[in-house]
């Protein structure tokens, strides 16, 4: 019968070891936790590591968004929040692949150019930098059609002078938009023409750059490097090196007269 006891006895030591060396395990393994998690980073730290472009962004948008609406923003202001926010986007979509594709999607709709930088070279025919833009001209984008669509209008009130539209491409890598204007609407009338004939037209009428023209002759079609768009503005840089702010309106607001 004793080699029952001592069993039993010796189980229920061990038992009572255990039981009493729990305290301290208990504290050994949080002790060991709390070391394995100093090493690691926390998503909320990680995110404000890579995300330390997005408070500028939100400041120059702020900036851009007040200059849209009222157009009281000084445009020295205006501009170098354009380019402070091109330099931020360009790192803000090298760090997060899809947010060319956040841009391509929010630039569906149609938007009022509000202010221009010019071209090189109507800046340095006027001596001065264009800013905000002085008529009406309206640019829209479909993304649903299959190629996507792009049109660019001057509208005097609630009638457009001239329309040109046509299919676009965009390089998500580079945020490049390339595209093509394939039919020109002048006063209401519609007809075919051919890109080189469009980038002239549209030089003449403030819609395009001189190098859209100097392009077509060399085989390449007009672009937009774009920085950015949402629910309120777009901005880009043309190809002929000027910056521009357009500002959200609805579908129905691009066909009747705003102040």
Sequence with gaps: GRP???????????????????????????????????????PSEKTKVS??????????????????????????TVVTALEDLEKLMR????????????????????????????????QDRIKKTVNYFPVKAVQSFD????????????????????????????????RKLEFDFTKIALLGFEITIKGEDA????????LGSESNVANSEKGKRPFFNWISADETIATARGGGGGLALWKRIEAEESLVSES
Excluded at 6 to 27: I, K
Excluded at 51 to 74: C, H, M
Excluded at 153 to 174: H, R
């Design 51 to 76: 995300n330390e472009y997005d408070v500028p962004i939100a400041d120059a948008i702020s900036i851009l968004n007040t200059a849209a609406k009222s157009k009281s923003e000084d445009p020295e």
């Design 91 to 122: 790192q803000k979509c090298k760090a997060e692949p899809n947010a060319a594709s956040e841009v391509l999607r929010d630039l569906d709709g149609s938007w009022r150019l509000v202010f221009t930088t010019g071209t090189k070279t109507t």
């Design 4 to 42: 029952l006891l001592s069993t039993r006895s010796s189980f229920a030591v061990s038992q009572q070891q255990q039981q009493g060396a729990s305290p301290s395990s208990s504290t050994s393994l949080n002790i060991f936790q709390d070391l394995l998690k100093s090493f690691q980073s926390s």
């Design 143 to 174: 993304t649903s059609t299959d190629p996507y669509g792009i049109e660019n209008g001057i509208y005097l009130g609630d009638f457009a002078l001239v329309k040109f539209s046509g299919p676009f491409d965009f390089n998500l890598t580079k």
């Design 199 to 206: 980038a002239k037209i549209g030089a003449s009428t403030g």
